[in-house]
Structure formats: structure tokens, C-alpha cells
T-cell receptor
């Protein structure tokens, strides 16, 4: 699976949009971009995933650049409960590799009042 | 709650003892995964099952680690002769097993080996 690069930490004011970047310059054509987050003492929580098109769900939006070498997770109106470690993961869709996620260090997002 | 359930949430054991953790996946999910997470690190893949078949176990950390999913429903992870280095959070996840289906994680079992 392709490696990802994320900033170590970010801050965001409550109520503002949080934009979390991720670089995945070696992504292959059949690899998806997944975002998970982990709040202290809990298991990772799935947020969103995409292949090449932008995606939106009730939690967030995922913007993938046209060349697919980077993406941005957008939390439109951050709340204090969004404070967590956010992981950007690229995972293959072929064969038996899917589900074997490689987690990096992630981005620690702190939402301030 | 119909999410992934793990039991126990916390386990303290003495070095050399055996421990077993249980995971109940989301009922319609046929894939089940085990991950391990040490302090300050992201989760690390250990093994996974497609129904009752264990499709990869090469990432299990040593022969002291074993996992089963006897009827394709719940799974157990056993660690024999525990060592202090086994102290970690053990996470279970499940998915529908289709090409891009996301994993849904439980809240883990925190193991402390004294």
C-alpha cells in the first residue's frame, strides 16, 4: 500500500471548518483513500473513503486532487468532540489486501472553544 | 448497540500467564480483523478471517499468539506465556468483505502485563 504523509498536529476553533491534508504521491490506480479517527481510549472510527471523486457524508467531505496524489478531509463545523487523531490511509482494492490497513502517526486535531 | 463488541475491556495479568480475548463482529460482516496498538502508535494489523477461514496470520507477533473464529461468527485471540512487551490495546474490526467496504472497529481490550 502507498505511504501517506500528514501533519503531526493541527488546531481549529469550534464552529469553524477543519481541513486536514494528506499526501499520498505513490498511490496506485486501484487504491482507495480512507479516513479514520480515534478518540482517546476508543477504537478507530471510520469517517469516509474515496477513489477519485469527491465524497460527502454526514460526518465529513473528502476532496481528492485530480492526480490523486493528495487529499483533504473537511469537517465543516468542528465541535469539541471532534478532537481526535485522524488517520489517512491508502489501501489496495485488489486481492486479499483490503482490510489490512497500515496506520501511520496521524494528525492530532485539537478543537478549541 | 449493533457495533463490534470486545470483551473484556481491560485485562491485567502476570507475566507468564495465558490470556484470551473475545470479539463479536457486526452480525452481517463476514470479515474479521485483529489489530494491536501500543502507546503512541497507530494500530498494527495482526491477522484476519473470511468467515471461519484464517487467510493471513503471518503478522501474528510470535507463535505465542493464536486466533480462532470457529463458526464464522465471534473470534478469540489468545496469548500464551505473556510478556511485558505484550502490553497493548488489542483491537478487533469487521467488514462486509466487499472490495472497498470500510472496517468497523470495537473499542479494544487493554492488556497490561505486570
Amino acid at each position: 500500500d502507498a505511504k501517506t504523509t500528514q501533519p503531526t498536529s493541527m488546531d481549529c476553533a469550534e464552529g469553524r471548518a477543519a481541513n486536514l491534508p494528506c499526501n499520498h504521491s505513490t498511490i496506485s490506480g486501484n487504491e482507495y483513500v480512507y479516513w479514520y479517527r480515534q478518540i482517546h481510549s476508543q477504537g478507530p472510527q471510520y469517517i469516509i473513503h474515496g477513489l477519485k471523486n469527491n465524497e460527502t457524508n454526514e460526518m465529513a467531505s473528502l476532496i481528492i486532487t485530480e492526480d490523486r496524489k493528495s487529499s483533504t478531509l473537511i469537517l465543516p463545523h468542528a465541535t469539541l468532540r471532534d478532537t481526535a487523531v485522524y488517520y489517512c490511509i491508502v489501501s489496495g482494492a485488489g486481492g486479499t489486501s483490503y482490510g489490512k490497513l497500515t496506520f501511520g502517526q496521524g494528525t492530532i486535531l485539537t478543537v478549541h472553544p | 448497540d449493533t457495533g463490534v463488541s470486545q470483551d473484556p475491556r481491560h485485562k491485567i495479568t502476570k507475566r507468564g500467564q495465558n490470556v484470551t480475548f473475545r470479539c463479536d463482529p457486526i452480525s452481517e460482516h463476514n470479515r474479521l480483523y485483529w489489530y494491536r496498538q501500543t502507546l503512541g502508535q497507530g494500530p498494527e494489523f495482526l491477522t484476519y478471517f473470511q468467515n471461519e477461514a484464517q487467510l493471513e496470520k503471518s503478522r501474528l507477533l510470535s507463535d505465542r499468539f493464536s486466533a480462532e473464529r470457529p463458526k464464522g461468527s465471534f473470534s478469540t485471540l489468545e496469548i500464551q506465556r505473556t510478556e511485558q512487551g505484550d502490553s497493548a490495546m488489542y483491537l478487533c474490526a469487521s467488514s462486509q468483505g466487499t472490495v472497498n467496504s470500510p472496517l468497523h472497529f470495537g473499542n479494544g481490550t487493554r492488556l497490561t502485563v505486570t
